[in-house]
């Protein structure tokens, strides 16, 4: 789906993102969920170096991201908060990709639902957090901009996104 303006947006049934550009995951503020999931060999610690290291440990700021090359790690979920995902969070974290990405001038951007698979807030609130948040970023976002969610999703998506004006047309790849 066509974007107006100068970038593009793709609207895509949970495709895994493009190699040659930054990847978005939804991630906690203990970075327990650690998406997508790693595989860690285990190491040898001494006792009194995890304990410190565990004492000093602080949860990441919600809105922040933790960066890991093409990575970003969006901290929107609170698992120790009921409901575990808020809607300011999730914005916070859109304006911080959006910045960041068109900082190291990112060719494209791959983006999840935001706040849905593991903060559970409903599709249709994501997907509007992130048309409002391409609104209102649209001058600093990279050339393609890659949303990836359920099929279910994806009409719903495209009427919000069209009537935004956000989209132009439609592109069947």
């Given at each position: ?41 285990p ?50 974290a ?41 609104l ?38």
């Open positions: 789906m066509q974007v107006s303006g100068n970038f593009e947006i793709r609207l895509t049934e949970n495709e895994q993102p493009p190699s040659s550009g930054i990847s978005v995951y939804e991630e906690d503020n203990y970075e327990l969920l650690v998406s997508p999931p790693q595989v860690v060999l190491i040898i610690v001494h006792p009194v170096h995890l304990y410190t290291s565990l004492y000093d440990f602080s949860p990441f700021e919600m809105g922040s991201l933790r960066i890991y090359g093409n990575k970003i790690l969006a901290v929107v979920v609170d698992v120790a908060k009921d409901p575990p995902c808020r809607n300011e969070w999730v914005s916070a859109l304006k911080h990709i959006f910045e960041y990405t068109n900082k190291i001038q990112a060719p494209a951007l791959s983006l999840p639902l935001l706040g849905h698979y593991y903060g559970g807030l409903q599709a249709d609130t994501c997907i509007r957090l992130i048309s409002q948040a391409l209102e970023h649209r001058g600093i976002l990279p050339p393609l901009v890659s949303l990836h969610m359920d099929r279910a999703y994806l009409e719903l998506a495209h009427e919000l996104f069209t009537a935004a004006g956000l989209l132009q047309n439609k592109v069947f790849p």
